[in-house]
């Protein structure tokens, strides 16, 4: 069984910059496959980016060039490195495992706004 915890969400303003952690406790986290994905308000929940355990990268159009995922499998955990941040980033961000059955986390509230 996989537990997930997100952290590194908050207050923003426009343009500036988070860093969302996921960390899970695994022994085999090497071998996950790992989704960040936000869900805003009356939204459905879309993904942000997804790692492999390979190091392949996947991002949402909306964020390609301003958010960077990546994996210490050291620490089992993924982080999502969030830049120049807009107003519609504001969302909880929730990493995901992606295996049958998947895992969440509880998520992280990340606010963008003056």
């Known amino acids: 069984q996989v537990q997930l915890v997100e952290s590194g969400g908050g207050l923003v303003q426009p343009g500036g910059s988070l860093r969302l952690s996921c960390e899970a406790t695994?022994?085999?986290?090497?071998?996950?496959?790992v989704a960040w994905y936000r869900q805003a308000p009356g939204n459905e929940r879309e993904l942000v980016a997804r790692?492999?355990?390979?190091?392949?990268?996947n991002y949402a159009d909306s964020v390609k060039g301003r958010f960077t995922i990546s994996r210490d499998n050291a620490k089992s955990t993924v982080y999502l490195e969030m830049n120049s941040l807009k107003s519609e980033d504001t969302a909880v961000y929730y990493c995901?495992?992606?295996?049958?059955?998947?895992?969440w986390g509880q998520g992280t509230q990340v606010t963008v706004s003056s």
């Open positions: 790692i492999s355990y390979t190091g392949i990268r």
């Open positions: 995901n495992v992606e295996r049958t059955p998947a895992y």
């Open positions: 695994s022994s085999i986290f090497s071998v996950f496959v």
